[in-house]
């Protein structure tokens, strides 16, 4: 399926998620290296705590969505919870 980019704007934040999804997947195996080059232990839990982090961020950014946005749209972001 082919697709084309029409605005600049599209591909500019193609570029920038592409960056942050790269950084986040780098900041894990550093954190993955350092632990097994110091105690020579694979730490697992580590997925568990990238996940923690990631509805975390969510929850945070939801909760300053909600300050900006009209009353009757609340529903909306109970929906997203949900999806989650």
């Known amino acids: 399926m082919m697709f084309s980019i029409t605005s600049p704007q599209i591909l500019?934040?193609?570029?920038?998620?592409?960056i942050l999804f790269?950084?986040?997947y780098a900041i894990a195996a550093?954190?993955?290296s350092?632990?097994?080059g110091t105690m020579k232990i694979l730490f697992f839990a580590q997925g568990t705590m990238i996940i923690l982090a990631a509805y975390g961020s969510?929850?945070?950014s939801l909760a300053s969505a909600k300050s900006l946005m009209p009353r009757w749209a609340w529903?909306?972001?109970q929906e997203v919870r949900l999806q989650v």
Do not use: C, S
């Open 12 to 18: 500019f934040q193609l570029l920038v998620n592409g």
């Open 22 to 24: 790269g950084a986040v």
């Open 30 to 32: 550093i954190g993955l």
């Open 34 to 36: 350092i632990i097994f």
């Open 58 to 60: 969510l929850e945070a």
């Open 75 to 77: 529903p909306m972001l």
